[in-house]
């Protein structure tokens, strides 16, 4: 268990108010604002702004995690090595919001982000580009990625493998017949780890449905992700983190047909003649009776603790929290949410914030100067799932401008650093819990 400690506070100072004007507006955004840039090589999340390097990727035929880490996770971090949403996000400790209430606590998660949905603030965040085993709620990105591509009414059959799955099930037997509007309301209601396995084979499999998570991932800018399977169970490589949690979870609160799967209160699982009655589960969010909740989904497993993200609305303003890596003492994760819930809704509407939420169209990269046409930008690789059953300156401007540019993008970062202090996690908690199944 972790102890009980009150959180410091650390507040962004007002740098971003002094740097105003076109240049510094441009310059800002080029901090803030992450291209993808096809065809340019990536650089590793595990050492962000070392150069060019592979992505990380998860790897089932290594030994499965079965332990938390004893130390923290990797950072995250985009492609290019710069930090998603803003420098000020680059930390390992906390960062909150200007002028904001104190935090609630106690506070026990190592990882952690409340964020205005509608505007994208962060308003606060622990460590929020942490690589955090996800456990079931990875399963919010499975919902993501596979409701666009898979007609509810398709009826997937139960097999051996699912019945014998790994973890949480909703009950699937072989021979069993579930449409898929069925199976989303079981990976989300009971985090059906055999609901998972059988949306990802209506989808053409467990490879292409990880190549399509992947994909959504990185196309909302959730670069701290990386997908080893479709439940969320343990998976070496496995992540996500507070930052990118709520990133997906926003996405699925502002579409109505995702929406709707999230707040179903019960379902009704088909009988199979002759191997089992039909029965009725229910939605297993512990924060269904929170006012204006928007949904939620749990996880847990041996090596990621107690993982949570949800939303709310009150008043016409949406909150996102995520929650990663924690115990059930002193404080559940979903305890822990509400708490920052009840805190973010408390923050007037309008804050800056300490960075914000990306949208796709942030991601979008400016074309590259050139003295000849402009050349158009390639296409990003679609990937494959099978179908069911089967701003620069012009080159005019000169190299002073572009010298000047570099001395204030400089003071602009080192500014920013100094302006936060940092406040570094202590490390490991002790006292970790009693194992138990993937929620």
């Given at each position: 268990?972790?102890?009980?400690?009150?959180?410091?506070?650390?507040?962004?100072?007002?740098?971003?108010?002094?740097?105003?004007?076109?240049?510094?507006?441009?310059?800002?955004?080029?901090?803030?604002?992450?291209?993808?840039?096809?065809?340019?090589?990536?650089?590793s999340?595990?050492?962000?702004?070392?150069?060019?390097?592979?992505?990380?990727?998860?790897?089932?035929?290594?030994?499965?995690?079965?332990?938390?880490?004893?130390?923290?996770?990797?950072?995250?971090?985009?492609?290019?090595?710069?930090?998603?949403?803003?420098?000020?996000?680059?930390?390992?400790?906390l960062?909150?919001?200007?002028?904001?209430?104190?935090?609630?606590?106690?506070?026990a998660?190592?990882?952690?982000?409340?964020?205005?949905?509608?505007?994208?603030?962060?308003?606060?965040?622990?460590?929020?580009?942490?690589?955090?085993?996800p456990?079931?709620?990875?399963?919010?990105?499975?919902?993501?990625t596979?409701?666009?591509?898979?007609?509810?009414?398709?009826?997937?059959?139960?097999?051996?493998?699912?019945?014998?799955?790994?973890?949480?099930?909703?009950?699937?037997?072989?021979?069993?017949?579930?449409?898929?509007?069925?199976?989303?309301?079981?990976?989300?209601?009971?985090?059906?780890?055999?609901?998972?396995?059988?949306?990802?084979?209506?989808?053409?499999?467990?490879?292409?449905?990880?190549?399509?998570?992947?994909a959504?991932?990185?196309?909302?800018?959730?670069?701290?992700?990386?997908?080893?399977g479709?439940?969320?169970?343990?998976?070496?490589?496995?992540?996500?983190?507070?930052?990118?949690?709520?990133?997906?979870?926003?996405?699925?609160?502002?579409?109505?047909?995702?929406?709707?799967?999230?707040?179903?209160?019960?379902?009704q699982?088909?009988?199979?003649?002759?191997?089992?009655?039909?029965?009725?589960?229910?939605?297993?969010?512990?924060?269904?009776?929170?006012?204006?909740?928007?949904?939620?989904?749990?996880?847990?497993?041996?090596?990621?603790?107690?993982?949570f993200?949800?939303a709310?609305?009150?008043?016409?303003?949406?909150?996102?929290?995520?929650?990663?890596?924690?115990?059930?003492?002193?404080?559940?994760?979903?305890?822990?949410?509400?708490?920052?819930?009840?805190?973010?809704?408390?923050?007037?509407?309008?804050?800056?914030?300490?960075?914000?939420?990306?949208?796709?169209?942030?991601?979008?990269?400016?074309?590259?100067?050139?003295?000849?046409?402009?050349?158009?930008?390639?296409?990003?690789?679609?990937?494959?799932?099978?179908?069911?059953?089967?701003?620069?300156?012009?080159?005019?401007?000169?190299?002073?401008?572009?010298?000047?540019?570099?001395?204030?993008?400089?003071?602009?970062?080192v500014?920013?650093?100094?302006?936060?202090?940092?406040?570094?996690?202590?490390?490991?908690?002790?006292?970790?819990?009693?194992?138990?199944?993937?929620?």
């Amino acid at each position: 268990m972790r102890p009980a400690e009150a959180p410091p506070t650390v507040r962004r100072m007002g740098l971003r108010r002094a740097a105003r004007g076109p240049v510094a507006a441009l310059l800002a955004a080029g901090l803030v604002l992450l291209p993808a840039v096809p065809g340019r090589p990536v650089a590793s999340a595990e050492a962000p702004g070392t150069g060019p390097a592979a992505r990380p990727t998860a790897d089932r035929s290594a030994p499965t995690p079965t332990a938390p880490r004893t130390g923290p996770p990797p950072q995250g971090s985009a492609p290019d090595g710069r930090t998603v949403g803003g420098e000020d996000l680059d930390t390992r400790g906390l960062v909150v919001a200007d002028d904001a209430p104190p935090l609630p606590g106690p506070l026990a998660a190592s990882g952690w982000l409340v964020a205005d949905a509608g505007s994208g603030a962060v308003l606060a965040a622990r460590d929020p580009h942490g690589r955090y085993y996800p456990a079931s709620t990875l399963k919010t990105l499975t919902l993501l990625t596979l409701v666009p591509r898979l007609d509810p009414a398709q009826v997937v059959v139960g097999t051996p493998a699912d019945e014998q799955v790994e973890g949480s099930r909703v009950g699937m037997v072989a021979g069993g017949s579930y449409p898929v509007g069925f199976l989303f309301q079981a990976l989300v209601l009971q985090s059906g780890n055999d609901a998972a396995n059988a949306l990802a084979r209506a989808a053409g499999g467990v490879e292409a449905t990880v190549g399509a998570m992947t994909a959504t991932a990185e196309s909302i800018g959730a670069y701290d992700t990386v997908v080893g399977g479709p439940s969320g169970l343990d998976v070496a490589g496995q992540s996500s983190s507070p930052y990118d949690l709520a990133l997906i979870f926003r996405d699925l609160v502002a579409d109505p047909v995702t929406a709707a799967v999230l707040t179903t209160p019960a379902a009704q699982v088909p009988e199979v003649p002759g191997r089992a009655p039909g029965f009725q589960i229910q939605n297993q969010n512990p924060l269904a009776g929170y006012p204006g909740t928007l949904g939620g989904k749990t996880g847990f497993t041996d090596a990621a603790r107690h993982a949570f993200v949800t939303a709310a609305e009150r008043n016409g303003r949406r909150l996102v929290v995520s929650v990663l890596d924690t115990e059930n003492q002193p404080l559940r994760a979903a305890d822990q949410a509400a708490l920052l819930l009840d805190w973010g809704f408390t923050v007037p509407a309008g804050t800056e914030g300490v960075g914000r939420l990306v949208t796709p169209a942030d991601l979008v990269a400016p074309p590259e100067p050139s003295r000849s046409a402009p050349r158009a930008p390639e296409a990003a690789e679609p990937v494959a799932v099978a179908p069911p059953g089967d701003d620069d300156p012009s080159p005019l401007v000169g190299a002073g401008l572009a010298v000047a540019a570099a001395a204030v993008v400089g003071a602009t970062v080192v500014g920013r650093r100094r302006a936060v202090r940092r406040v570094h996690p202590a490390g490991p908690a002790p006292g970790r819990g009693v194992s138990e199944e993937d929620r």
